[in-house]
């Protein structure tokens, strides 16, 4: 499978724990998109990098998030003190390009649940 | 701000049955709208985009600015076609222009 990969799948994790998520994009595509889902809401936008600039991050990402990609291909996604409001499906999708040729491929989500 | 609206969370149709996922967007300047669709245990995954207005499994989806709807439609439901779908917008410049903006999503259920 050449599409986005995410790991893990799933992570459960106690209250104030840190946690980091990993997403590879397709090879040579240079857009990497984060996004969160929640029960019987649509994936909400985290934060976008090209190539390895962060360039645009929600208001939605509190401090205690952060997002890396450091050479441009893989990146990261870390959540320090985790609370029970981050349970969600975290979504990563990557794209070639930004316009309406170069749509978002997403990967199949990490779930986390906080305890 | 952006946003769309997807007024039915669930809509049931059977099968041969025509279909219509309603999608209403918010956006004061031309936006790009696309469905992406997610069946059972897959990845979500790109159905059409307006600017292609092309047809995708059957469906085609007219943006309508001045009822700024982005409607998604079938003549015949199959029973693959039960999956959720979901609206999106993207803005066409400053920061919107690098995101996605989802509506709730609608899962459709075809009954055989």
């Known amino acids: 499978d050449t599409g986005v990969s995410q790991d893990p799948r799933h992570k459960i994790t106690k209250r104030g724990q840190n946690v980091t998520f990993r997403c590879d994009p397709i090879?040579?595509?240079?857009?990497l998109y984060w996004y969160r889902q929640t029960l019987g809401q649509g994936p909400e936008f985290l934060t976008y990098f090209q190539n390895e600039a962060q360039l645009e991050k929600s208001r939605l990402l509190s401090d205690r998030f952060s997002a890396e990609r450091p050479k441009g291909s893989f990146s990261t996604l870390e959540i320090q003190r985790t609370e029970q409001g981050d349970s969600a499906m975290y979504l990563c999708?990557?794209?070639?390009?930004?316009?309406?040729?170069?749509?978002?491929?997403f990967g199949n989500g990490t779930r986390l649940t906080v305890t | 701000a952006q946003r769309v609206t997807q007024p039915e969370k669930l809509l049931s149709v059977f099968k041969g049955a025509p279909v219509e996922l309603k999608c209403n967007y918010s956006?004061?300047?031309?936006?790009?709208l696309f469905w992406y669709v997610q069946y059972s245990r897959q990845r979500l995954q790109l159905l059409l985009r307006?600017?292609s207005r092309e047809s995708i499994k059957g469906f085609t989806a007219d943006l309508n600015k001045g009822e700024t709807s982005f409607h998604l439609k079938k003549p015949f439901a199959q029973e693959e076609d039960s999956a959720m779908y979901y609206c999106?917008?993207?803005?066409?410049?400053?920061?919107?222009?690098?995101?996605?903006?989802f509506g709730k999503g609608t899962k459709l259920s075809v009954i055989p």
């Open positions: 956006y004061s300047g031309s936006p790009e």
């Open positions: 090879s040579e595509h240079n857009r």
């Open positions: 999106a917008l993207k803005g066409q410049s400053g920061a919107g222009s690098y995101q996605l903006t």
């Open positions: 307006h600017i």
């Open positions: 999708a990557s794209s070639l390009g930004g316009g309406s040729n170069s749509p978002l491929h």
